[in-house]
C-alpha cells in the first residue's frame, strides 16, 4: 500500500470516511504485551525509517522489535501524517510474528480536526487497538495542569472529551494522549500512565523512536530481531 499518487483532497475524503469505522469502545483489557511505533527519515529523501518495537506490559521490558526501510512519496503534511507513515509502519507490522495487544504511534489518535490521527488511520486499517503519543498538540483545548508527574488535564473538543493532556515529568512539557482505535478515551491514558518511567516520553514510542534512529544511520540492520531476557540479541 501507498499513497503516493493521493491529493489531498482524496487524502481528506478518505479520513472523512475512516472516521465512522473509529470505536472509543476498550475491546480487550488484558494487555500483556504493547507496542511503539515511530518513523525516521534523512532530510530531503523519500526514504523512511519505519520500526515497530514490542514490549512487555505493564513492566515495559522490551520483547523485540521489527525494521523496515520504504520510500514515500507524500509530503509531510500536518493533519495527514498517516498518508505518509502508516504504509512503513504496516510493512513493520506485517514482519510481526504475534502481533501485540495494543500499539502505540507518535501522533495522534481522535484529537484531530476529522477525529483520524496516525493512530486512528493505523487502527482502523489493522482493526487492531492503537492509542496516539504525541509531542505537540493539535486540536482541541485542555486546563492547565499541575507541575507533578501524572498530572492530567482532559483535552475538549467540541465539549466533548477527546483525549488528555499527561505530565510524565515533573515540570516538563506534557505528552498528549487520545485513543486511535477500539480504546476508550479514559481507558487510553490509565495504559499510557503505566508506560511512563523516567523519561518525558512513554516507553513504547521512545524506543521505538531509539531503534529506528539506530537503525536510519546503520546501527541496526532491517528485519524482525528478538531480544532476551539480558536484553541482547539471539
Known amino acids: 500500500m501507498n499513497y503516493d499518487n493521493t491529493s489531498l483532497i482524496e487524502a481528506t475524503e478518505m479520513q472523512n470516511e475512516m472516521r465512522h469505522r473509529v470505536s472509543l469502545i476498550t475491546e480487550n483489557r488484558n494487555i500483556t504485551t504493547i507496542a511503539g511505533g515511530d518513523i525516521s527519515h ?39 501524517l498517516g498518508f505518509r507513515e502508516v504504509p512503513p509502519l504496516l510493512l513493520a507490522w506485517e514482519q510481526l510474528p504475534q502481533k501485540p495487544d495494543l500499539i502505540v504511534l507518535d501522533g495522534q489518535g481522535v484529537t484531530h480536526p476529522r477525529r483520524m490521527g496516525i493512530a486512528s488511520h493505523f487502527g482502523v486499517l ?15 483545548n485542555y486546563a492547565p495542569l499541575g507541575l507533578e508527574k ?22 516538563v512539557k506534557p505528552v498528549y494522549i487520545s485513543p486511535g482505535h477500539k480504546v476508550s478515551v479514559k481507558d487510553s491514558l490509565t495504559i499510557m500512565e503505566k508506560c511512563v518511567l523516567k523519561h518525558r516520553i512513554p516507553e513504547p514510542t521512545r524506543l521505538a523512536h531509539e531503534k529506528v534512529n539506530l537503525f536510519r544511520v546503520g546501527k541496526l540492520k532491517a528485519g524482525y530481531h528478538v531480544e532476551n531476557v539480558q536484553g541482547s540479541l539471539f
Open 126 to 140: 489493522t482493526d487492531h487497538p492503537a492509542i496516539g503519543c504525541a509531542k505537540n498538540m493539535l486540536f482541541g
Open 150 to 171: 501524572l498530572s492530567n488535564s482532559p483535552i475538549i473538543s467540541l465539549d466533548e472529551v477527546m483525549g488528555y493532556a499527561l505530565r510524565t515529568k515533573s515540570g
Open 42 to 80: 534523512n532530510k530531503d529523501t523519500d526514504t523512511v525509517f519505519a520500526g515497530i518495537v514490542v514490549l512487555s506490559y505493564p513492566d515495559m521490558q522490551l520483547v523485540s522489535y521489527s525494521l523496515v526501510v520504504a520510500e514515500t512519496k507524500f509530503p509531510y503534511v500536518p493533519q495527514y
